[in-house]
């Protein structure tokens, strides 16, 4: 009933900058938090950024300063701009949604398929 779709992963050279989105679909009636997440081979999944509905942003310490986290709820999209990547920057990147889809319904947590990011020369 509902799906997360992320996009704008890539390959992109250490320095450079990459823009991920992520479009929520479906039955849809109200998202709350949302947030991107990352693994790299053999680790584990770690929070990036999040953002809740009223813009309130939060940053893991290794992207602080470099990435941006932002959404359009008109939308039901949300972005993450990465500027001066770095090759520790490669990993998959998950999107994460809380939605509820109607005003009866509690929120549940929701996840995108994955888009592949890799930095490199």
């Known amino acids: 009933q509902v799906q997360l779709a992320e996009s704008g992963g890539g390959l992109v050279q250490p320095g450079g900058s990459l823009r991920l989105s992520c479009a929520a679909s479906?039955?849809?009636?109200?998202?709350?938090?949302m947030g991107w997440y990352r693994q790299a081979p053999g680790k584990e999944r770690e929070l990036v950024a999040r953002?809740?509905?009223?813009?309130?942003?939060t940053y893991a310490d290794s992207v602080k300063g470099r990435f941006t986290i932002s959404r359009d709820n008109a939308k039901n999209t949300m972005y993450l701009q990465m500027n001066s990547v770095k090759p520790e920057d490669t990993a998959v990147y998950y999107c994460?949604?809380?939605?509820?889809?109607?005003?009866?319904?509690?929120?549940?947590?929701?996840w995108g398929q994955g888009t592949h990011v890799t930095v490199s020369s």
């Open positions: 479906g039955s849809i009636f109200s998202i709350s938090a």
């Open positions: 994460n949604g809380n939605i509820a889809t109607s005003i009866l319904s509690r929120y549940v947590e929701y």
């Open positions: 953002i809740t509905t009223g813009g309130s942003t």
